[in-house]
């Protein structure tokens, strides 16, 4: 429920790890599966659930007619009301309302952009960055369901850690996102990523038109590249704060996990 005073309400956890930093093996999803599974379940009370999604399960029903996050949900807590989404391939926290007030309340807070959200990516190539980097990068949609930025790539202008670029005219979204260094490897890099702006595909756009798209991403990487290839996205949306409902912590997945030879951001 709310917290009275405005501030994060203190909840009981689920489930002991949900702060912790350790990482875990990699687990995706089966068009087989046809149950919820609780070892997802973050956080749950009368108001609303959180859940560390898989990847490779859709938040809800596809044209491929796999399982879905939402129908096996509903199956085992009744009914649900959605609040917002991350992409099929996104791992990760997710937040499931039970009661109308409720998901009222979150939908204000994702549309007033008062939530607070970090994902990790494993990203190609070796990105040196001084401190935070800002993306500034406006996006427009493309063909086929894609969304790229809204000038030629040559046109994107990076001074120290800030990357821009002027629209090149017709429609366009602001968008921005913050990016700090984790770990550097030899062929790839770990980032904590901080969208400050919620459009689609947001940060796997911004991360591909700067040189170094996130691994495993087949839509906006290249996928027959040695260094693209891995069997799920690397992305994982590792924390979401809601106020007045606290943060939720998803531990993370393995490949943010620290390789032998990396250099800490």
């Not at 070892?39 to 609303?48: E, K, Q, R, T, V």
């Not at 509903?74 to 996104?90: C, M, N, Q, S, W």
């Amino acid at each position: 429920m709310l917290a009275q005073t405005g501030e994060p309400a203190k909840r009981s956890v689920a489930r002991s790890q949900l702060e912790k930093e350790a990482a875990r093996p990699e687990r995706t999803i089966v068009a087989a599966l046809n149950r919820f599974d609780p070892s997802w379940l973050l956080y749950a009370d009368d108001d609303f659930l959180v859940v560390d999604k898989p990847s490779g399960l859709s938040v809800l029903k596809d044209r491929t007619g796999s399982a879905d996050l939402w129908t096996l949900a509903e199956a085992y807590f009744g009914p649900l009301k959605l609040v917002h989404r991350i992409d099929k391939g996104t791992s990760g926290v997710i937040v499931l309302a039970r009661r109308a007030e409720v998901q009222k309340a979150m939908t204000q807070a994702f549309a007033a952009r008062t939530t607070r959200k970090r994902y990790l990516a494993r990203v190609v190539g070796a990105l040196h960055l001084a401190g935070t980097a800002t993306l500034d990068l406006p996006l427009r949609k493309g063909r086929k369901n894609r969304y790229r930025i809204a000038a030629p790539r040559d046109a994107i202008h990076r001074s120290g850690d800030h990357f821009s670029c002027e629209s090149d005219g017709g429609a366009a979204y602001p968008a921005t996102t913050r990016a700090r260094l984790v770990r550097r490897e030899a062929n790839s890099s770990v980032l904590m990523l901080g969208p400050q702006t919620g459009r689609t595909h947001q940060l796997r756009v911004h991360l591909a038109w700067i040189g170094h798209a996130i691994v495993g991403d087949t839509l906006y990487g290249t996928p027959r590249a040695p260094e693209q290839a891995f069997r799920r996205l690397c992305l994982h949306a590792h924390s979401l704060e809601l106020p007045g409902f606290g943060r939720f912590v998803a531990p993370r997945p393995a490949f943010a996990a620290r390789q032998k030879g990396g250099t800490a951001g």
